[in-house]
């Protein structure tokens, strides 16, 4: 009896291991498939500078950064004076599983920051 439980307590460890794990790889898919879209559609305005994701067992992590006004003709005179594109880099933390965390009971949880690039940060 006490090693069917024990037997019956390690599958489910492992089952849930398994599920969150792969829940990681369906998460990124779900996040790169509009990312190739907005790459197409939005690319004379911003474009993508990096996508890396970091996929873990529970928690997983994307950096996106975005360049706008990158070789645009018909940018604002302000803005063709300085070479450097304009820059916004996005932090997504995501939680996944079928429990992930003490707050959330279902696929994932993300936490997003956003971070501005120096010439943008000054003018807001």
Same mark, same amino acid.
């Given at each position: 009896?006490?090693?069917? $439980?024990?037997?019956? #307590? %390690?599958? &489910?460890?492992?089952?849930? #291991?398994?599920?969150?794990?792969? $829940?990681?790889? /369906? &998460? ?6 509009? @990312? ?5 559609? /939005?690319?004379?305005?911003?474009? %993508? /500078? ?13 950096? @996106?950064?975005?360049?706008?006004? =990158?070789?645009? +003709?018909?940018? +604002?005179?302000? @803005? /063709?004076?300085? +070479?450097?594109? &304009? =820059? &916004? ?6 939680? =996944?599983?079928?429990?992930?965390? !003490?707050?959330?009971?279902? @696929?994932?949880? %993300? ?6 690039? +120096?010439? !943008?940060?000054?003018?807001?």
């Amino acid at each position: 009896m006490k090693r069917t $439980l024990w037997g019956g #307590l %390690v599958a &489910i460890l492992i089952a849930y #291991l398994f599920v969150s794990w792969r $829940l990681g790889f /369906a &998460i990124e898919k779900e996040i790169n498939a509009p @990312l190739e879209l907005f790459k197409t559609r /939005a690319s004379p305005y911003v474009e %993508v /500078a990096a996508n890396t994701y970091r996929r873990g067992f529970f928690v997983s992590e994307q950096d @996106l950064t975005l360049e706008l006004f =990158h070789k645009f +003709p018909g940018a +604002p005179a302000a @803005l /063709a004076a300085s +070479p450097a594109p &304009i =820059h &916004i880099k996005i932090h997504n933390v995501i939680w =996944h599983g079928p429990v992930c965390g !003490l707050t959330c009971v279902g @696929l994932a949880r %993300v936490r997003t920051h956003i971070d501005f690039g +120096p010439e !943008l940060q000054a003018s807001i």
